[in-house]
């Protein structure tokens, strides 16, 4: 069993919102499904870190979810900036519950025990907030990532956190979710959001204060499940999935 992570899938099979008019994205739901069945297994686990579907209502991202259902493993989803289509957790759990999209789960003020990873996170916000809606939502999202992380610690577990929006970015910083990132001694922190070449060169990559900082779009991976833990050959540890 192992545990993967991709962000900013974008899919649109339900609606007119089309991915391949960008560069690198030709095609791009055909790679993903055979990048994806080439590199997770059924008993694997993929956080999908945002930006999953361009419907903007959760009836209208049916065909989007089916698709991801449609893929081996077990996934969890975290909200991204463009999922409109993002309602409470209740409504969407019944929702998946509703058209049998069994393998589909929501992080949202919770976490989840995959192996031995405490899988932890939320959207995070901007890294240049400076209105006081801005200041809100960051402290809000500082607060979801807490409660996140403290479910995590109940489960036992080495917390990972998983965010859609970077902590940093360029000469840029978003100081309260960094702030709890030091303070937690959370080793990795898996973003998405930046897309294209020049974008990715002004997102951190690499050790930050002892936090590692990977960047996982789907065009930067080649739109292929990256690696977190275990070693994808097989069964290891249950999932925990409450």
Same mark, same amino acid.
């Given at each position: ?19 391949? *008019? ?7 739901? /055909? =790679?993903?499904? &055979?990048?994806? +069945?080439?590199? *997770?297994?059924?008993?694997?686990? *993929? ?11 959760? #009836? ?13 493993? #077990?996934?969890? !989803?975290?909200? %991204? ?7 409470? =957790? ?16 929501? !992080?949202?003020? $919770?976490?989840? +025990? ?8 939320? &959207?995070?916000?901007? @890294? ?11 402290? +809000? ?13 109940? /489960?036992?577990? =080495? ?9 940093? @970015? ?12 030091? #303070?937690?001694?959370?080793?990795? $922190? ?6 294209? /070449? @020049?974008?990715? +060169? ?5 050790? &930050? =204060? ?7 779009? $789907? ?16 069964? %290891? ?6």
């Amino acid at each position: 069993m192992a545990l993967y992570v991709i962000a900013d899938l974008h899919l649109s099979l339900g609606a007119d919102k089309p991915m391949d *008019v960008f560069p690198g994205w030709k095609d791009y739901v /055909q =790679r993903l499904e &055979r990048h994806w +069945r080439e590199t *997770v297994s059924p008993e694997d686990t *993929v956080v999908v870190a945002g930006d999953i579907s361009w419907a903007m209502k959760l #009836e209208e991202g049916e065909r989007d979810f089916a698709f991801l259902h449609s893929l081996p493993g #077990e996934k969890l !989803l975290l909200k %991204g900036n463009h999922d409109y289509w993002w309602s409470t =957790r209740s409504k969407i759990d019944a929702f998946f519950q509703e058209k049998g999209f069994s393998s589909l789960h929501i !992080l949202h003020n $919770c976490a989840y +025990r995959v192996g031995d990873v405490a899988v932890c996170g939320t &959207r995070g916000w901007l @890294y240049n907030s400076e209105s006081a809606e801005d200041k809100k939502i960051v402290a +809000r999202e500082a607060g979801r990532l807490l409660a996140s992380l403290a479910d995590g610690e109940k /489960q036992g577990g =080495r917390p990972l956190v998983f965010l859609h929006y970077p902590p940093v @970015y360029d000469k840029m910083e978003c100081r309260e979710i960094l702030d709890i990132l030091e #303070e937690k001694g959370i080793s990795d $922190c898996y973003f998405g959001h930046i897309h294209g /070449q @020049y974008a990715a +060169r002004k997102a951190l990559v690499g050790e &930050r =204060r002892g936090v590692r900082m990977h960047l996982i779009s $789907c065009d930067f991976v080649d739109f292929r499940p990256v690696l977190v833990s275990g070693d994808g050959t097989g069964p %290891g540890e249950d999932q925990v999935f409450s």
